[in-house]
């Protein structure tokens, strides 16, 4: 995960009221359904490295409640 993303991840992973216990829903939410995504469309093979950048996420993609 690259610093722009991970720098997004965590403004949306803190919560003031509950600390970083948001920070799960967040990963589940962008990062696991990216990641297979892209193991579903051959981009990336099982068992490899997946590089992930801002650049690869829509803003909607980002926007978790």
């Not at 600390?19 to 589940?28: D, E, K, S, Y």
């Not at 801002?54 to 978790?64: Q, S």
């Amino acid at each position: 995960v690259s610093e722009d993303l991970l720098a997004v991840l965590v403004e949306k992973g803190y919560h003031p009221e509950f600390g970083a216990r948001p920070m799960q829903r967040v990963l589940q939410d962008v990062i696991e359904e990216k990641v297979a995504q892209k193991i579903i469309s051959g981009v990336a093979k099982k068992g490899t490295p997946i590089p992930l950048t801002r650049a690869d996420f829509t803003e909607e993609e980002l926007n978790v409640s």
